[in-house]
């Protein structure tokens, strides 16, 4: 891995003729903000070697949004409240907590001034969703993390770093609308234009991913299929850039859809009733459980979202809208002097 260091540090302080004050505020806590992804293509190849799957995807970054907070402490905690919290590790496996790590064993440990980080996460992401709530969890440590440790690390080093945490964590950092190959760790931005209004369906407990891709693999065998290598859709990329909810609506796809409905049968009445009420499109998000619903506008995914509610066929729905930008710092304390 090559990271390189830039030599300028944030936060150092150049007066108005340009001389270097050398005032260095200590920064007592960083807020990031990072948002849920939706896959509007999931392409999944055959399964490899090493068990994982070849990827084509298309990311797209949505507004239901977790904080996470970094502060130099005595010692190491993860505090975790919101969505879901009770089924998230408040320990060391948080990937919150393995994305500092992983981060300190690249900056070294002399660059954190305190020996120990306390990580405060507020969740309205739902766990085990299919939104990638944990891949967003450690993009936002790392953002977090380097502006606290002034590390001077370049949104390209994080993404680098990110790819080793987890498939999804880069598209987080990177967030608007991305092709994702691979695992889903390389990641290219994709050009959109306009915003696209979303309702997402929220289901009762969350999904594992690997028995959703272990079932997608057992229902391919099933039927003898060949696989063919995963492809970019064309077609999707240029409604993306039409910014036509009308024209994209028809073309989102998932290859993991079956494999989820398979395991949990009863989304199957959830897509078809977010149809029958005028979604534009329908599909489930990612591994699943969670479905999203693509609206007109706005007034269309709040009448579709009370109707969806009203319906019975989910645990609660949001409104959300995309592309939003990827994990970004929304508060810096410092330490008043
Ligand atoms: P994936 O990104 O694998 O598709 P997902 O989006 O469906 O997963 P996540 O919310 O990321 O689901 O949770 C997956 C698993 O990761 C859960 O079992 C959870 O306990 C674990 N996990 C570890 N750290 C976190 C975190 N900070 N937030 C949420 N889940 C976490």
Same mark, same amino acid.
């Given at each position: 891995m090559t990271l390189v260091c830039s030599a300028q540090q944030p936060g150092h302080d150049h007066d108005k003729d340009g001389y270097d004050r050398g005032i260095v505020s200590p920064v007592t806590s960083v807020t990031v903000r990072v948002p849920a992804k939706l896959n509007l293509q999931l392409a999944v190849g055959p399964a490899r070697d090493d068990g994982y799957h070849d990827l084509v995807t298309v990311?797209?970054?949505?507004?239901?949004?977790?904080?996470? #907070?970094?502060?130099?402490?005595?010692?190491?905690?993860?505090?975790? #409240?919101?969505?879901?919290?009770?089924?998230?590790p408040a320990d060391a496996s948080n990937l919150a907590a393995r994305a500092a790590a992983a981060l300190l064993r690249v900056v070294g440990p002399g660059a954190a001034d305190a020996p120990g980080l306390a990580i405060r996460i507020i969740k309205r992401i739902p766990v085990a969703a299919g939104l990638a709530g944990g891949s967003a969890n450690a993009a936002a440590t790392l953002v977090g993390c380097n502006e606290l440790w002034r590390t001077g690390l370049r949104p390209q080093d994080l993404r680098e770093l990110a790819s080793g945490i987890g498939s999804d964590v880069a598209f987080a950092l990177l967030g608007g609308s991305a092709i994702g190959t691979g695992r889903g760790e390389?990641? #290219?931005?994709?050009?959109?234009?306009?915003t696209f209004h979303w309702v997402l369906a929220f289901a009762t407990g969350g999904l594992s991913t690997s028995d959703v891709y272990a079932a997608c693999d057992r229902?391919?065998?099933?039927?003898?299929? #060949?696989?063919?290598?995963?492809a970019l859709d064309n077609a999707i990329m240029a409604a993306l850039r039409s910014g036509d909810p009308a024209a994209l609506g028809p073309l989102l796809s998932n290859d993991l859809q079956q494999a989820a409905i398979s395991l949990r049968p009863e989304l199957r009445r959830a897509l078809a009733a977010g149809r029958e009420?005028?979604?534009?499109?329908?599909?489930?998000?990612g591994s699943g459980p969670t479905c999203a619903f693509l609206a007109r506008n706005l007034g269309h995914a709040q009448k579709?979202?009370?109707?969806?509610?009203?319906?019975?066929?989910?645990?609660?729905?949001?409104?959300v809208a995309g592309p939003v930008p990827g994990a970004c710092v929304t508060a810096d304390a410092t330490e008043q002097a």
């Open positions: 990311f797209h970054a949505v507004s239901l949004f977790d904080e996470v #907070t970094v502060a130099p402490a005595d010692r190491d905690s993860v505090v975790v #409240t919101g969505e879901g919290a009770g089924d998230v390389r990641v #290219t931005p994709a050009l959109a234009s306009g229902i391919r065998a099933s039927r003898g299929l #060949t696989v063919p290598e995963p009420l005028g979604a534009l499109g329908a599909m489930v998000s579709l979202a009370a109707a969806l509610t009203g319906a019975g066929v989910c645990r609660g729905v949001a409104s």
